[in-house]
């Protein structure tokens, strides 16, 4: 199986592409979790948009979004797989890729991600650090975490 990553901000999508990613998206965080929330907000267009592509069908997504926009540091947010893809555990390969991207795009800023607080331990593995209490968000236990910025020049 070949994962392909494909890297857009929002006004490089087509009017196809973003609505896939639109109802993926509402599929996973609204339907699925049973949360009530404006999923698509004003940070999609202050991000970069990661799909990987499993055949050319979107398997998994994650955006990045810009510093100073939600927090600080750049934002790794919105991270999920597709209900059928998800028995190709690609999970670690999306962040892998979005962490990749970020420290590249946003060299020496480190990342800061609001991660559901069930995942601390998947997070923990790349490298992230809880920095919050735990805390409420639309139902969901959640944690703040960050990414140290890369030692550059050693």
Not at 12 to 40: D, G, H, M, P, W
Not at 104 to 125: E, H, R, V, W
């Amino acid at each position: 199986m070949t994962l392909n990553f494909k890297w857009s901000r929002i006004e490089n999508l087509s009017a196809l592409e973003l609505l896939t990613l639109i109802k993926a998206r509402e599929s996973v965080f609204v339907v699925e979790q049973q949360c009530a929330y404006q999923e698509v907000d004003e940070m999609d267009v202050h991000s970069w948009h990661l799909e990987v592509l499993v055949d050319h069908q979107l398997a998994a997504y994650a955006r990045v979004v810009d510093p100073a926009i939600k927090y600080a540091q750049p934002s790794i947010g919105r991270v999920m797989t597709v209900s059928a893809f998800r028995n190709l555990n690609i999970g670690r390969a999306l962040m892998s890729e979005a962490i990749r991207f970020t420290e590249a795009q946003y060299p020496g800023m480190g990342i800061q991600i609001g991660a559901q607080a069930y995942l601390k331990k998947f997070y923990t593995s790349l490298g992230f650090e809880v920095v919050s209490d735990e805390y409420d968000e639309d139902g969901i236990p959640h944690i703040d975490m960050v990414k140290p910025p890369l030692m550059t020049g050693v």
